[in-house]
């Protein structure tokens, strides 16, 4: 039963009960009667408590009602002997509408305290999460400045170190020409192109990150270019002893972006996964969709990375690698950024490693 037909209730019988008890007492014990009269304004004020002015009103006119004909028929109903009883009917009706309408006022106005609670609760939530936005935009932004500063260093230096390498490679491959292979000085000679080819890298890595490339938006593929990175470093990982898997149930995954720089960044974590990976390991791929976007997970059973180190291996230069640049993070953050994207790292240390690219979907980027 509803909680309001249940009061309703309550109160037909609380009239019905006093209206008998006025009308089957004798009315020599007149002081009883004073007492029955006055028990008429608990159920009006209850009427009026829950109800509100309607309530209280109707209430009360359904006592006088009740009331009215004992007064006429069993106290002879005279006007000024019984005008007492008279004005207590007037009472009842005044009670309940008074009480009626300030029940009323106030259950309004507690109602819309809680709804301005509710809108201060709302905008409490939504000044955080833009203050959370704030602090997280301050942040690349930081990073960004420190990585432009980095760039522009670069570019002079790349441009100033990249001539004299070329000259003294292609010296070296003459020079190379002179002795045969296993001769002691062939060797330094391919140390000496090795070197000269490893610093090119370097310039080159260093080049992309200065040149603030915009992005060249087309429809790609995210599968193709997984496919594609899994037949490049195939050879790769199977000369480490490591098993290389697209997952089957990867999504085509079908985005507007750049294909080359994603490209470039999903070979980055892969190269590093492999890295990280010893012989009889495994590194997996899979793109899954989800209400948010698609997220592509990179996952190796490598050494995996201390909890002190995951928040400096996306800094420039940091590396763990002897022949490491320190800059395959870092590029790679900023390619996945620039599609709106997110990078993130779970790593067991001495277990293994999953780095996990979230792209939005076409209609979530602003
Ligand atoms: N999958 C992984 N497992 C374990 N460590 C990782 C993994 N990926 C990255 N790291 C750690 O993060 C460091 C930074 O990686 P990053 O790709 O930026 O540079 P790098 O691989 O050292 O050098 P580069 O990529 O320029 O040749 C690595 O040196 C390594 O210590
Ligand atoms: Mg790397």
Redesign the pocket.
């Known amino acids: 039963m509803k909680p309001s037909t249940m009061r309703v209730g309550l109160l037909g019988i609380s009239i019905l009960g006093i209206s008998l008890l006025h009308y089957l007492t004798p009315l020599h014990l007149h002081y009883l009667h004073d007492i029955f009269q006055r028990l008429y304004y608990l159920p009006i004020i209850l009427a009026a408590l829950w109800f509100g002015f309607r309530g209280g009103l109707c209430c009360a006119l359904a006592i006088s009602m009740a009331y009215a004909p004992h007064i006429l028929f069993q106290w002879g109903g005279g006007l000024t002997m019984e005008m007492e009883k008279y004005l207590e009917i007037v009472m009842y009706n005044v009670v309940g509408a008074v009480t009626g309408l300030l029940a009323q006022r106030e259950r309004e106005r507690s109602l819309e305290l809680q709804r301005t609670a509710e809108g201060l609760v709302e905008s409490y939530s939504k000044l955080q999460t833009q203050s959370e936005r704030i602090i997280m935009i301050e942040e690349q932004l930081r990073r960004s400045e420190k990585l432009s500063t980095l760039g522009e260093m670069a570019a002079v230096l790349a441009h100033e170190i990249r001539n004299p390498l070329g000259s003294i490679r292609g010296t070296a491959e003459i020079l190379r020409d002179d002795y045969r292979p296993g001769e002691p000085k062939y060797e330094f000679i391919e140390i000496q192109i090795k070197e000269t080819e490893r610093l090119n890298h370097v310039v080159e ?1 260093f080049l992309r990150m200065a040149r603030q490339q915009p992005m060249a938006l087309r429809d790609c593929s995210i599968r193709e270019e997984l496919e594609t990175i899994v037949t490049l470093v195939a050879k790769d990982a199977q000369n480490r002893g490591i098993s290389l898997r697209l997952e089957p149930n990867t999504e085509q995954a079908l985005i507007k972006g750049d294909g080359e720089k994603l490209r470039q960044a999903f070979l ?1 974590i892969v ?3 492999l ?2 990976t010893p012989s009889g390991g495994s590194v997996r791929i899979d793109c899954q969709r989800n209400e948010s976007g698609y997220e592509i997970r990179f996952i ?1 059973n ?4 201390k909890t002190n ?1 995951r928040t400096k ?1 996306f800094e420039p230069f ?4 002897p022949n ?7 590029v790679t953050r900023k390619i996945i950024e620039g599609h709106y994207g997110s990078l993130e790292i779970e ?1 067991d240390p001495g277990k293994g ?1 999953t ?1 996990s690219v979230k792209l939005p979907l076409q209609e979530h980027i602003p």
């Open positions: 890595d980055n190269i590093n996964a890295q990280a190796d490598g050494s995996g990375i180190e291996i940091y590396t763990t690698k490491g640049t320190g800059l395959g993070l870092a790593s490693t780095v």
